[in-house]
Antibody, heavy 121, light 107 residues
Framework: EEQLVESGGGLVQPGRSLRLSCAASGFTFNSYAMHWVRQSPGKGLEWVAH????????GYSDSVKGRFTISRDNAKSSLYLHMNSLRPEDTAFYYCVKDSQAAGHWYFDLWGRGTLVTVSS | DIQMTQSPSSLSASVGDRVTITCRASEIIRSSFNWYQQKPGRAPKLLIYATSSLQTGVPSRFSGGGSGTDFTLTISSLQPEDLATYFCQQSYSSPLTFGGGTKVEIK
């Protein structure tokens, strides 16, 4: 069974750092691009970052560019999100998401259960 | 960035009703359009990709349509387990953006 399991969330003070991890299983991790998507409690979904299968192509939303770094370790089937200079508005559930494509159209076909990051003093 | 506008933001319908949710993109996105379902306390789940392709395991009462800038999600006969929030998404260009969500309640 395909599965994504996030970890590393918690309560952190503004300006501090946190690293999220995502363990993948049940599929060939090194064949797929991966993403982080976040959702503030009770709010909508916001794409945060993506990384190609070989880490050659990386992108970020404007709201996290320069503060967050996405990376992956294909040998460990793991995805990471290093978050620096955290702000209260970064408070959200962070989901690890698998990317797939069909006939040139991309979609998110597997989501983890999410890990909650709370930024507060 | 491409803006995605969903309507309505919420709706209440009876079991067996036909329900339609719409999503409008701020520019043409071809068929690079997806729908997700999020049940209370759960992660989102892919329902429909590339406008009208049903994800494996999704009941056939769900269908998607549209083109260009206007898209729809239809539930042909609403079931109690369809209680959820539904989100649209464009995957045509980065940043990938989502609609604000439609909360579906059962009368």
């Amino acid at each position: 069974e395909e599965q994504l399991v996030e970890s590393g969330g918690g309560l952190v003070q503004p300006g501090r750092s946190l690293r999220l991890s995502c363990a993948a299983s049940g599929f060939t991790f090194n064949s797929y691009a991966m993403h982080w998507v976040r959702q503030s409690p009770g709010k909508g979904l916001e794409w945060v970052a993506h990384i190609s299968w070989n880490s050659d192509n990386i992108g970020y939303s404007d709201s996290v560019k320069g503060r967050f770094t996405i990376s992956r370790d294909n040998a460990k089937s793991s995805l990471y999100l290093h978050m620096n200079s955290l702000r209260p508005e970064d408070t959200a559930f962070y989901y690890c998401v698998k990317d797939s494509q069909a006939a040139g159209h991309w979609y998110f076909d597997l989501w983890g259960r999410g890990t909650l990051v709370t930024v507060s003093s | 960035d491409i803006q995605m506008t969903q309507s309505p933001s919420s709706l209440s319908a009876s079991v067996g009703d036909r329900v339609t949710i719409t999503c409008r993109a701020s520019e043409i996105i071809r068929s690079s359009f997806n729908w997700y379902q999020q049940k209370p306390g759960r992660a989102p789940k892919l329902l429909i990709y590339a406008t009208s392709s049903l994800q494996t395991g999704v009941p056939s009462r769900f269908s998607g349509g549209g083109s260009g800038t206007d898209f729809t999600l239809t539930i042909s006969s609403l079931q109690p387990e369809d209680l959820a929030t539904y989100f649209c998404q464009q995957s045509y260009s980065s940043p990938l953006t989502f609609g604000g969500g439609t909360k579906v309640e059962i009368k």
